[in-house]
């Protein structure tokens, strides 16, 4: 009997071991799950020439920034699909390949090609999904809106599946429709618990619609039952740090960053590790706690290793935060220089926001707020280029209204306030609001 993945898709291997593991792999890694890569390896061993096994695993590496195995697995891949693959497989594997070689308008043509003509492949429609995914990280504008679309394009193909769901609520929520979006993430994560993709949707929805102590509570039930080398076990935790923060909670925001954020602690992809740390110190810094010099230094040392040369947008923004936060002018020049020459170049998708935000961070961190909001004015509606979700990206909001405040520009301040307000309750915000009455 013809093996199947979970959608009903063939696969080409004659062993029953590997089409097992495989399926439990895949739905392990759709749930941002521990136990994928060990899956995945049952996988390889049981049928060595399996290419979605391979390119599978070649996946998480890239996750983890493990380039060279990464490509090593994907290159196996390629040999293996070519050999014994079917159509389908051979440009599963050749698309997931150019994302993991970081190839990414190849790998977004060939991803929306290859849905078109197996919709119901959800190992490659999870590629452009998230708030790091081939969308996000493309520099279009409206990559809210693209996901968005591109779910409800193939939602007839997903029925009631807890991965399909998760992801297509959470891109309602990113793309303005919180209400409708909390729902049907709400209704996947209800058909699998055992899913992190699922728990981070709906804290995202809770976070638009300002549920707060509704978004505390589910961490504290729900975490116990995820291991803390899950893949977003320290970013759900820093969800809940920004809910310290909303109730200036500066010291539980700490002990968060102490416990699952600093690099001594996590146990996080590199991304993940540099994002949620910055932005969580530089909240803290910017609403006005006081952060140790010494979190600080560590975490800039950690960054330096892991992203020493500029690249991605996120991750140079982030890298501006520590390097304007610890005074470390010669850093944030090097990076800004090369990110002018891409852009000079035509190589920088996200385009001109991406120095004005690090030139914005550094002017805030001298303590020059009338520069930094002039910086950030002009290029507010362009930040969504740089990827990443609406919350992680609201730092450069926070960043200006703080300014703002700073510089005396209240009525600027007020109205910003006013109109975030308006969309979702904020005891931070109105703090801020009363502090200028």
Known sequence: MAHEDRYGLPLSTSSHEAASAYRDGVDLVLAGWTGAAEALERAIAADPDFALA????ARIHAFYQQGD?????AALARECAAKRGTER???????????????????????????????????????????????????????DRARHELCERVAQHYGEDWWFLTMSGWAMTEN???????????????????????AHAVLHAM??????????????????????????????????????????????????????????????????????????????????????KQLWAEGDAAAQKLFPRSGLPFADVHMALFAAATQNREALAARLAVIEQRLTEGKLPAGPVVPAICRALA??????????????????????????????????????????????????????LDARLHRRASPRDQRWQAAMA
């Open 89 to 143: 497989e051979r440009s599963h594997v050749e698309t997931l390949a150019l994302a993991i070689e970081g190839r990414l308008p190849e790998a977004i043509a060939s991803t929306l090609k290859h849905i078109e003509a197996w919709p119901r492949d959800a190992v490659v429609l999870s590629l452009p999904l998230g708030a790091f995914g081939l969308f996000a990280f493309s520099g279009m504008a409206d990559h």
């Open 54 to 57: 391979h390119i599978a695993r």
């Open 207 to 292: 976070y638009e619609d300002g549920s707060i102590e509704a978004a505390d509570r589910l961490i504290d039930e729900w975490l116990p039952t995820y291991g803390r080398a899950g893949i977003l076990h320290g970013h759900i935790l820093w969800h809940q740090a920004l809910g310290a923060l909303e109730h200036g909670d500066a010291a539980r925001a700490l002990e968060i960053y102490a416990d699952v954020l600093q690099p001594s602690a996590t146990q996080a992809p590199p991304l993940n590790v540099v994002t949620d740390g910055a932005s969580l110190l530089w909240r803290l810094s910017a609403y006005g706690h006081a952060v140790p």
């Open 176 to 198: 303005g429709d919180v209400a409708r979006g909390r729902g049907v993430t709400e209704r996947g994560f209800d058909l699998r618990r055992a899913n992190a993709h699922a």
């Open 69 to 73: 195995l990464a490509r090593q697995k």
């Open 363 to 416: 002017a805030f961190a001298d303590e020059d707020y009338a520069a930094c909001a002039q910086t950030l004015a002009p290029v507010l509606d362009e930040v969504v280029r740089i990827g990443g979700s609406h919350a992680q990206r609201e730092l450069i909001e926070d960043t200006f209204i703080v300014a703002l405040m700073r510089s005396r520009d209240l009525p600027r301040a007020r109205s910003l």
